[in-house]
Every structure is written in C-alpha cells, then in structure tokens.
C-alpha cells in the first residue's frame, strides 16, 4: 500500500519570495511521483512528474521537484512565486503506469503582493 | 484534442435519490479513474474502470457504483444520497500503453440538500 503524507496544509508567501512545499511518501514497491495544481473551481493539472532517470524534474511554469529515495521525498520548489501560482498543490504517487493515484491532502499557497 | 469532459457541472440532488455522473475520456484511452474531493477530506479514490472492467475499488459503501461503456466513456452512479455525498467528483483518464499520467476533468460538483 502507499500513503503520500504533505506537511503542510497552508503555505502563505509574499511575491517572489521562494517557496517549498513538502511532500514525502510511503511505499514497498517503486513508485511514479506527481505534483497536481488545482486553481480554485477547477479539475486538477499536471504540474510534473518523475517517472525514472534525473531526480530533478522541471515544469514550464518554473516549479521544480527532487526525488530522494532515501528520504521518500519529493518536494516542490520554485525560486520565486508570483500571484497567479496562488492555488491548491496537490502530491501523488502511483505504484504502476495508468494506475490510480493516491494523494496528500494538499497544501495551499496563498500568495500575497 | 478534446480533454476529459464532465457533466453535468453542477447537480443538486435531495437526501435520499440518486445521482449519475458522467465522464468521456480523452480519445485513445481506456482508464477512467473517480475520485471524490470532500471538504476538509482531500481526494479520495473512488472506482477504477479499464477496458471494460472495474480493476480496483476505494474504500466507499456499494451504494457508490458505476460502469464503463464500450466507447470508454464512463459514469459514477449515488443512490440513497447523504449530505455528506455533497462533494467534487472528480473523473480522470489515461493510456496504459501510451500515457504515464492521468488527465482531469474539470468535475461534477454534487450538492446534496
């Protein structure tokens, strides 16, 4: 079974400040990472994932992410936000290819001018 | 290419009846996923249909059910609804020979009066 466990429920930041939003998983197989951005009244989107290869996976929007294996983390970083990243980040793993996602409960990023 | 489509949008049903919830996936794949989004609840794995067949169940009551048709379109059946049902249901799809991530659609939110 898996768990994704995201330390934190809300992020608040000030506009171009870094941010970090936590996320570390549980597993006994190898599995498939995934961040997923939910802006308010809307479905979930892709933000990155890490499937095998380099640890470090980029988004196009400048968010990035590492996978550590001995750590069970996959956090998400980006150097410097702007208002419109304010939305629900959602961490999710999945055990195989096209197999259901568990998620983290998500965290809120609140970004203020 | 069309994205996962949903409806209806929105769906207002009173204690007791039941509601259906449809969900066209992306052309070419053969997955659709169901979660459900409660608030305070995070996103919870509903049901899992492939090719036809339910491949894996969340931990929700039997009143929660649903079907995959043979063009892969899918839909989420509720009956006896409670108010706690009230919630976004969220369908996704994806590929298991092609994609390795699943595709959200914008969601059903369910209000149960």
């Known amino acids: 079974a898996q768990s994704v466990t995201q330390l934190d429920s809300q992020v608040p930041v000030f506009e171009e400040a870094p941010v970090e939003l936590r996320c570390n998983y549980s597993?006994?197989?190898?599995?498939?990472l995934f961040w997923y951005v939910q802006y308010p009244n809307q479905g979930l989107q892709l933000l990155l994932k890490?499937?095998?290869?380099?640890?470090l996976v980029e988004s196009i929007n400048g968010f990035e992410a590492e996978f550590n294996k001995s750590q069970t983390s996959f956090h998400l970083r980006k150097p410097s936000v702007h208002i419109s990243d304010t939305a629900e980040y959602f961490c999710?793993?999945?055990?195989?290819?096209?197999?259901?996602?568990?998620f983290g409960q998500g965290t809120e990023l609140s970004v203020k001018p | 290419e069309a994205g996962v489509t949903q409806s209806p949008t929105h769906l207002i049903k009173t204690r007791g009846q039941q509601a259906t919830l449809r969900c066209s996936p992306i052309?070419?794949?053969?997955?659709v996923y169901w979660y459900q989004q409660a608030l305070g609840l995070g996103l919870q794995f509903l049901l899992w249909?492939?090719?036809?067949?339910?491949?894996n169940r969340g931990n929700f009551p039997p009143r929660f059910s649903g079907r995959q048709f043979p063009n892969y379109s899918s839909e989420l059946n509720v009956n006896a609804l409670e108010l706690e049902d009230s919630a976004l249901y969220l369908c996704?799809?994806?590929?298991?020979?092609?994609?390795?991530?699943?595709?959200f659609g914008q969601g059903t939110r369910l209000t149960v009066v």
């Open positions: 996704a799809s994806s590929s298991n020979f092609k994609d390795t991530e699943a595709f």
């Open positions: 597993s006994s197989v190898s599995v498939y």
């Open positions: 890490y499937l095998s290869g380099s640890t």
């Open positions: 999710a793993v999945s055990p195989r290819r096209g197999g259901k996602l568990i």
């Open positions: 052309s070419g794949h053969t997955s």
């Open positions: 249909y492939d090719e036809g067949e339910e491949r």
